[in-house]
């Protein structure tokens, strides 16, 4: 599989913003579909959203719908999640994750994910 490798989290406090990249390192993306996970503590992993490179859909969850926006650029072999209006429900780990994403918030749609980067935010 391709190594995937967030970066970009960090401490941040109510109301800033984030930008985090999945970097595939040495490969392009298997071309089927990225996604963006998130785990506060204590609660289940939560897909973010979904870029689904084979038919061109986007997917958000209804709960950063509006906040968060990903993009891919491809010459990188980089997938961005832009975070804005960050509020401290948003705190966890943030991963990125590979797989057919036919059901995209699936945790089981994704065989292939990165070791996930911390996005903490303050009150």
């Known amino acids: 599989e391709v190594k995937l490798v967030e970066s970009g989290g960090g401490l941040v406090q109510a109301g800033g913003s984030l930008r985090l990249s999945c970097t595939a390192s040495?490969?392009?993306?298997?071309?089927?579909?990225v996604a963006w996970f998130r785990q506060a503590p204590g609660k289940d992993r939560e897909a973010l959203s979904c870029l689904r490179m084979y038919d061109g859909i986007t997917y958000y969850a209804d709960s950063v719908k509006g906040r968060f926006t990903t993009s891919t650029d491809n010459a990188k072999n980089t997938v961005y999640l832009e975070m804005n209006s960050l509020n401290p429900e948003d705190t966890g780990v943030y991963y990125c994750?590979?797989?057919?994403?036919?059901?995209?918030?699936?945790?089981?749609?994704?065989?292939?994910w990165g070791q996930g980067t911390q996005v903490t935010v303050s009150s």
């Open positions: 994750a590979t797989g057919w994403a036919l059901s995209w918030s699936l945790v089981d749609e994704y065989d292939n």
């Open positions: 040495g490969a392009t993306f298997d071309g089927r579909a």
